[in-house]
């Protein structure tokens, strides 16, 4: 049940609660009540990768659980320093894949933007955690070059705005995208990948709502929550908001070891992502990034989870298992446990 009205609501200023976000790996252990030194945390205090989460997010952690899995998925630790020899920089080969600054065209129709490198929380397993923002940015010169491209090609008809994290930009920075692409015929849809509403629901705030319900096409929020205790009734509210501004909202996780590699797990988020009225679009595999072995799952576990998932839950929330592999011409769903070995899938 969502208890406070979803309009009307009194939100906090979303701009400080970013400012105010916990930067340090320490830091965050001593508001959970964990000594740093705590040989079962395993910290790097110092990580490549910088730790960042809002109190909004380190607050649905359970303290002194060094387990917890919220702060496994943003705590640096000294085992992402061993690199796989499987492991790259770019394991989905975006980069081979763009067309201008910032802009990927990998599927056909669907043109995704990385509209900025800033994110409100970092996820340790982030597949675009080397990407080089600085240069790949759609963004710069106020959109100018992708705009262009998306105007010139008459398929595509769906922009994607991820990133990072395009609800990190101000909602001004996102209208003038907007309005800069109303003179597109070719549009039809356009989605936001985005863990924002995740980790800082109170972004979700009126001028993003009036923003989206103005928007003349289809308009899909793609969230990203990987375990049912992120998705709390902040985020309940914030989903419900964004429904309100005529959005449909989606989800997509990441299984990860020692996270959510469970079928009581996978049920528990599907229940609570139903209670909040948002559907389970992808789980993905994990892209192979450098330093992330140590929440690599095993596609044997996978398909066993996923079955799970489909006897215990209705069909409409078991997301499709997929895995990303450069040079396909979509995300590649990866086939039940007990059809693998008939359908012949190399993976
Ligand atoms: C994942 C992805 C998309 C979206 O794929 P859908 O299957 O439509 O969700 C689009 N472009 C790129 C580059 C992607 O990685
Ligand atoms: S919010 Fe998304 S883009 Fe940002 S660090 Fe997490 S997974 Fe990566």
Same mark, same amino acid.
């Given at each position: 049940?969502?208890?406070?009205?979803?309009?009307?609501?009194?939100?906090?200023?979303?701009?400080?609660?970013?400012?105010?976000?916990?930067?340090?790996?320490?830091?965050?252990?001593?508001?959970?009540?964990?000594?740093?030194?705590?040989?079962?945390?395993?910290?790097?205090?110092?990580?490549?990768?910088?730790?960042?989460?809002?109190?909004?997010?380190?607050?649905?952690?359970?303290?002194?659980?060094?387990?917890?899995?919220?702060?496994?998925?943003?705590? #640096?630790?000294?085992?992402?320093?061993?690199?796989? $020899?499987?492991?790259?920089?770019?394991?989905?080969?975006?980069?081979?894949?763009?067309?201008?600054?910032?802009?990927?065209?990998? +599927?056909?129709?669907?043109?995704?933007?990385?509209?900025?490198?800033?994110?409100?929380?970092?996820?340790?397993?982030?597949?675009?955690? $080397?990407? @080089? +923002?600085?240069?790949?940015?759609?963004?710069?010169?106020?959109?100018?070059?992708?705009?262009?491209?998306?105007?010139?090609?008459?398929?595509?008809?769906?922009?994607?705005?991820?990133?990072?994290?395009?609800?990190?930009?101000?909602?001004?920075?996102?209208?003038?995208?907007?309005?800069?692409?109303?003179?597109?015929?070719?549009?039809?849809?356009?989605?936001?990948?985005?863990?924002?509403?995740? &980790?800082?629901?109170?972004? &979700?705030?009126?001028?993003?709502?009036?923003?989206?319900? #103005?928007?003349?096409?289809?308009?899909?929020? !793609?969230?990203?929550? $990987?375990?049912?205790?992120?998705?709390?009734?902040?985020?309940?509210?914030?989903?419900?908001?964004?429904?309100?501004?005529?959005?449909? !909202?989606? $989800?997509?996780? !990441?299984?990860?070891?020692?996270?959510?590699?469970?079928?009581?797990?996978?049920?528990?988020?599907?229940?609570?992502?139903?209670?909040?009225? &948002?559907?389970? +679009? +992808?789980?993905?595999?994990?892209? @192979? !990034?450098? #330093?992330?072995?140590?929440?690599?799952?095993?596609?044997?576990?996978?398909?066993?989870?996923?079955? #799970?998932?489909?006897?215990?839950?209705?069909?409409?929330?078991?997301?499709?298992?997929?895995?990303?592999?450069?040079?396909?011409?979509?995300?590649?769903? &990866?086939?039940?446990?007990?059809?693998?070995?008939?359908?012949?899938?190399?993976?």
């Amino acid at each position: 049940m969502i208890a406070a009205p979803p309009i009307g609501e009194k939100l906090r200023d979303w701009k400080q609660q970013w400012r105010a976000a916990i930067t340090s790996g320490s830091a965050l252990c001593t508001r959970l009540n964990l000594d740093p030194a705590d040989p079962r945390l395993g910290l790097d205090a110092q990580p490549d990768f910088p730790v960042r989460v809002p109190e909004s997010f380190a607050r649905r952690m359970r303290p002194g659980d060094p387990d917890d899995p919220l702060l496994r998925q943003v705590l #640096g630790r000294s085992e992402e320093r061993l690199v796989a $020899n499987h492991e790259r920089a770019d394991p989905t080969a975006d980069l081979s894949m763009r067309r201008a600054a910032g802009v990927l065209h990998k +599927y056909a129709g669907r043109v995704l933007l990385l509209a900025t490198g800033a994110c409100a929380v970092h996820c340790r397993y982030c597949f675009r955690k $080397n990407f @080089p +923002y600085d240069s790949e940015l759609a963004a710069r010169h106020d959109w100018r070059e992708a705009i262009a491209l998306i105007k010139a090609d008459p398929s595509v008809n769906e922009v994607i705005l991820s990133g990072g994290d395009p609800l990190s930009l101000d909602t001004d920075k996102l209208a003038r995208l907007t309005t800069a692409l109303y003179d597109v015929p070719h549009l039809r849809r356009i989605r936001l990948h985005t863990r924002v509403p995740v &980790v800082l629901p109170d972004r &979700v705030d009126g001028a993003l709502q009036s923003w989206l319900h #103005g928007l003349p096409w289809r308009v899909t929020l !793609v969230l990203h929550a $990987n375990h049912a205790n992120e998705v709390d009734h902040s985020v309940a509210a914030a989903a419900a908001r964004l429904r309100l501004s005529g959005a449909t !909202v989606l $989800n997509q996780a !990441v299984l990860l070891r020692g996270v959510n590699d469970s079928v009581a797990a996978q049920v528990a988020l599907s229940e609570a992502l139903d209670r909040a009225a &948002v559907l389970p +679009y +992808y789980l993905h595999l994990l892209d @192979p !990034v450098l #330093g992330t072995a140590h929440f690599a799952v095993d596609d044997q576990v996978a398909r066993a989870v996923h079955d #799970g998932m489909k006897a215990a839950l209705p069909g409409f929330l078991v997301p499709r298992l997929v895995r990303e592999i450069p040079g396909e011409s979509s995300k590649t769903w &990866v086939a039940a446990a007990h059809t693998s070995a008939t359908h012949g899938d190399s993976h």
